[in-house]
Protein backbone atom coordinates (compact mmCIF):
# COMPACT_ATOMS: atom_id res chain seq x y z
CA UNK A 1 0.00 0.00 0.00
CA UNK A 2 1.18 3.37 -0.79
CA UNK A 3 2.77 5.15 2.23
CA UNK A 4 2.75 8.62 0.82
CA UNK A 5 0.43 11.51 0.70
CA UNK A 6 0.81 14.14 -2.70
CA UNK A 7 -1.74 17.23 -3.55
CA UNK A 8 -3.96 16.03 -5.84
CA UNK A 9 -3.04 19.21 -8.25
CA UNK A 10 -0.40 21.78 -8.68
CA UNK A 11 0.17 25.33 -11.22
CA UNK A 12 3.22 26.55 -12.28
CA UNK A 13 3.89 28.83 -14.75
CA UNK A 14 6.30 28.52 -17.52
CA UNK A 15 10.24 28.85 -16.65
CA UNK A 16 9.41 29.04 -12.82
CA UNK A 17 10.32 26.92 -9.97
CA UNK A 18 7.66 23.98 -9.45
CA UNK A 19 7.78 22.50 -6.03
CA UNK A 20 5.85 19.47 -5.59
CA UNK A 21 5.56 18.20 -1.67
CA UNK A 22 5.32 14.39 -0.57
CA UNK A 23 4.64 13.69 3.08
CA UNK A 24 5.84 10.22 4.21
CA UNK A 25 5.48 10.23 7.75
CA UNK A 26 5.77 6.36 8.62
CA UNK A 27 8.69 6.31 6.23
CA UNK A 28 11.68 3.29 7.73
CA UNK A 29 14.94 3.99 8.43
CA UNK A 30 16.38 1.40 5.34
CA UNK A 31 13.16 3.35 2.60
CA UNK A 32 14.13 5.48 -0.09
CA UNK A 33 12.19 8.04 -1.40
CA UNK A 34 11.91 7.76 -5.21
CA UNK A 35 10.67 10.29 -8.08
CA UNK A 36 8.67 9.06 -11.11
CA UNK A 37 5.93 11.23 -12.99
CA UNK A 38 3.80 9.87 -16.37
CA UNK A 39 3.19 11.25 -19.02
CA UNK A 40 -0.15 11.09 -20.22
CA UNK A 41 -0.73 7.60 -21.96
CA UNK A 42 2.77 6.94 -20.94
CA UNK A 43 4.76 4.73 -19.03
CA UNK A 44 6.23 6.05 -15.79
CA UNK A 45 9.67 8.18 -16.03
CA UNK A 46 12.54 7.71 -13.00
CA UNK A 47 13.23 10.88 -12.10
CA UNK A 48 15.44 10.83 -8.90
CA UNK A 49 15.64 8.64 -5.50
CA UNK A 50 17.55 9.64 -1.96
CA UNK A 51 17.55 8.53 1.33
CA UNK A 52 18.16 11.21 3.31
CA UNK A 53 21.15 13.62 1.78
CA UNK A 54 19.61 16.09 -0.84
CA UNK A 55 20.04 14.82 -4.55
CA UNK A 56 20.50 16.59 -7.87
CA UNK A 57 20.44 15.19 -11.11
CA UNK A 58 20.24 16.61 -14.65
CA UNK A 59 15.89 16.14 -14.30
CA UNK A 60 15.53 17.85 -10.81
CA UNK A 61 16.41 18.04 -7.34
CA UNK A 62 15.51 16.38 -4.28
CA UNK A 63 15.07 17.97 -0.72
CA UNK A 64 14.34 15.61 1.95
CA UNK A 65 13.87 17.13 5.50
CA UNK A 66 16.40 15.82 8.76
CA UNK A 67 13.36 13.94 9.96
CA UNK A 68 12.89 12.13 6.13
CA UNK A 69 9.14 12.47 6.76
CA UNK A 70 8.64 14.70 4.30
CA UNK A 71 10.28 15.87 0.37
CA UNK A 72 9.77 17.95 -1.90
CA UNK A 73 10.85 17.69 -5.66
CA UNK A 74 11.81 20.41 -7.24
CA UNK A 75 12.09 21.05 -11.11
CA UNK A 76 14.25 24.11 -11.53
CA UNK A 77 13.18 25.68 -15.00
CA UNK A 78 9.41 24.04 -15.58
CA UNK A 79 8.35 23.99 -19.09
CA UNK A 80 4.86 22.55 -20.90
CA UNK A 81 6.74 18.92 -21.29
CA UNK A 82 6.78 18.80 -17.28
CA UNK A 83 2.97 18.56 -17.47
CA UNK A 84 3.06 15.12 -15.92
CA UNK A 85 1.19 13.22 -12.77
CA UNK A 86 4.22 13.40 -10.28
CA UNK A 87 4.43 10.07 -8.01
CA UNK A 88 6.55 10.01 -4.90
CA UNK A 89 7.70 6.34 -3.65
CA UNK A 90 8.81 5.07 -0.41
CA UNK A 91 10.83 1.50 -0.91
CA UNK A 92 13.56 -0.48 0.37
CA UNK A 93 16.54 -0.01 -1.87
CA UNK A 94 18.38 -3.44 -3.52
CA UNK A 95 16.14 -6.53 -2.58
CA UNK A 96 13.47 -5.81 -5.40
CA UNK A 97 10.69 -4.64 -3.24
CA UNK A 98 7.65 -3.50 -5.07
CA UNK A 99 6.43 -0.01 -6.08
CA UNK A 100 3.24 0.86 -4.80
CA UNK A 101 2.00 3.60 -6.28
CA UNK A 102 -0.11 6.58 -4.47
CA UNK A 103 -2.38 8.74 -6.39
CA UNK A 104 0.13 11.94 -7.06
CA UNK A 105 0.36 14.90 -8.11
CA UNK A 106 -1.14 16.47 -11.58
CA UNK A 107 1.44 19.24 -12.13
CA UNK A 108 0.33 21.87 -15.04
CA UNK A 109 2.50 24.28 -16.41
CA UNK A 110 1.36 26.62 -18.24
CA UNK A 111 2.14 29.40 -20.48
CA UNK B 1 20.21 2.28 -22.03
CA UNK B 2 17.56 0.77 -19.49
CA UNK B 3 14.76 0.57 -22.28
CA UNK B 4 12.02 -1.68 -21.70
CA UNK B 5 9.69 -2.12 -24.70
CA UNK B 6 6.07 -3.89 -24.89
CA UNK B 7 3.98 -5.25 -27.59
CA UNK B 8 1.08 -4.56 -28.67
CA UNK B 9 1.16 -0.77 -27.82
CA UNK B 10 -2.89 -1.34 -28.27
CA UNK B 11 -5.03 -4.17 -29.29
CA UNK B 12 -8.75 -4.44 -29.05
CA UNK B 13 -10.09 -7.82 -28.87
CA UNK B 14 -13.67 -9.87 -28.79
CA UNK B 15 -15.06 -10.58 -24.99
CA UNK B 16 -14.09 -14.39 -24.33
CA UNK B 17 -10.39 -14.11 -26.25
CA UNK B 18 -7.02 -14.61 -24.74
CA UNK B 19 -4.37 -11.77 -24.94
CA UNK B 20 -0.84 -12.05 -24.67
CA UNK B 21 1.64 -8.72 -23.57
CA UNK B 22 5.00 -9.13 -24.33
CA UNK B 23 7.36 -7.08 -22.11
CA UNK B 24 10.87 -6.62 -23.36
CA UNK B 25 13.88 -5.71 -21.32
CA UNK B 26 16.20 -4.52 -24.86
CA UNK B 27 19.48 -3.47 -23.15
CA UNK B 28 20.27 -5.38 -19.84
CA UNK B 29 19.21 -8.45 -18.17
CA UNK B 30 15.80 -8.29 -15.46
CA UNK B 31 15.95 -10.42 -12.58
CA UNK B 32 12.80 -9.32 -11.93
CA UNK B 33 9.89 -7.83 -13.66
CA UNK B 34 6.36 -6.28 -12.50
CA UNK B 35 2.81 -6.02 -13.77
CA UNK B 36 0.56 -2.86 -13.17
CA UNK B 37 -2.79 -2.16 -14.47
CA UNK B 38 -4.20 1.49 -14.68
CA UNK B 39 -7.99 2.22 -15.41
CA UNK B 40 -8.45 5.53 -16.41
CA UNK B 41 -7.89 8.92 -14.12
CA UNK B 42 -6.69 6.39 -11.70
CA UNK B 43 -3.01 5.65 -10.79
CA UNK B 44 -0.92 2.53 -11.55
CA UNK B 45 -2.27 -1.06 -9.93
CA UNK B 46 0.71 -3.64 -8.63
CA UNK B 47 -0.82 -6.68 -10.21
CA UNK B 48 2.04 -9.41 -9.81
CA UNK B 49 6.25 -9.57 -9.54
CA UNK B 50 7.35 -12.11 -11.50
CA UNK B 51 11.07 -13.24 -11.09
CA UNK B 52 12.55 -15.17 -14.36
CA UNK B 53 12.46 -19.21 -14.02
CA UNK B 54 10.02 -19.29 -11.40
CA UNK B 55 6.24 -18.51 -10.65
CA UNK B 56 4.88 -15.31 -9.98
CA UNK B 57 3.43 -13.58 -7.09
CA UNK B 58 0.14 -11.77 -7.38
CA UNK B 59 -0.84 -9.06 -5.32
CA UNK B 60 -4.18 -9.70 -3.08
CA UNK B 61 -7.80 -9.62 -5.45
CA UNK B 62 -5.58 -10.31 -8.55
CA UNK B 63 -6.83 -13.69 -10.36
CA UNK B 64 -3.72 -15.50 -11.25
CA UNK B 65 -6.00 -17.65 -13.32
CA UNK B 66 -7.40 -14.97 -15.44
CA UNK B 67 -4.28 -13.05 -15.70
CA UNK B 68 -1.01 -15.56 -16.40
CA UNK B 69 2.42 -14.19 -16.01
CA UNK B 70 5.42 -16.16 -17.64
CA UNK B 71 9.29 -14.68 -17.42
CA UNK B 72 10.91 -17.52 -19.29
CA UNK B 73 14.32 -15.08 -20.30
CA UNK B 74 16.02 -12.34 -18.88
CA UNK B 75 14.76 -10.50 -21.33
CA UNK B 76 11.22 -11.29 -21.47
CA UNK B 77 7.98 -11.25 -19.64
CA UNK B 78 4.38 -11.97 -21.12
CA UNK B 79 1.13 -11.56 -19.45
CA UNK B 80 -2.07 -12.91 -21.10
CA UNK B 81 -5.30 -11.62 -20.15
CA UNK B 82 -7.71 -15.51 -20.32
CA UNK B 83 -11.27 -15.00 -21.61
CA UNK B 84 -11.04 -11.20 -21.30
CA UNK B 85 -14.17 -9.33 -20.70
CA UNK B 86 -15.06 -5.55 -21.18
CA UNK B 87 -14.28 -4.73 -17.33
CA UNK B 88 -10.52 -6.02 -18.14
CA UNK B 89 -10.35 -2.99 -20.72
CA UNK B 90 -7.28 -1.55 -19.23
CA UNK B 91 -3.85 0.13 -19.64
CA UNK B 92 -1.37 -2.22 -18.82
CA UNK B 93 2.43 -1.66 -17.63
CA UNK B 94 5.30 -3.36 -17.09
CA UNK B 95 8.55 -2.46 -15.59
CA UNK B 96 11.71 -4.17 -15.11
CA UNK B 97 14.28 -4.36 -12.24
CA UNK B 98 16.99 -5.94 -10.86
CA UNK B 99 19.83 -3.58 -12.25
CA UNK B 100 22.45 -4.33 -9.65
CA UNK B 101 25.22 -3.27 -12.06
CA UNK B 102 23.51 0.26 -11.98
CA UNK B 103 23.07 0.64 -8.19
CA UNK B 104 20.46 2.77 -7.76
CA UNK B 105 17.43 0.53 -7.58
CA UNK B 106 14.91 2.11 -10.11
CA UNK B 107 12.54 0.50 -12.03
CA UNK B 108 12.42 1.49 -15.14
CA UNK B 109 9.09 1.33 -17.17
CA UNK B 110 7.60 -0.18 -20.20
CA UNK B 111 5.20 2.71 -22.54
CA UNK B 112 2.67 0.24 -21.88
CA UNK B 113 -0.15 -1.37 -23.59
CA UNK B 114 -4.02 -0.37 -23.95
CA UNK B 115 -6.23 -3.59 -23.78
CA UNK B 116 -10.04 -2.72 -25.38
CA UNK B 117 -12.18 -5.67 -24.64
CA UNK B 118 -15.44 -5.55 -27.20
Known amino acids: DAKTTQPPSMDCAEGRAANLPCNHSTISGNEYVYWYRQIHSQGPQYIIH???NNETNEMASLIITEDRKSSTLILPHATLRDTAVYYC????????????FGSGTKLNVKP | GAVVSQHPSWVICKSGTSVKIECRSLDFQATTMFWYRQFPKQSLMLMAT?????????EQGVEKDKFLINHASLTLSTLTVTSAHPEDSSFYIC??????????????FGPGTRLTVT
Open chain 1, 89 to 100: IVRPLYNFNKFY
Open chain 2, 95 to 108: SAGGLLDRGSGEQY
Open chain 2, 50 to 58: SNEGSKATY
Open chain 1, 50 to 52: GLK
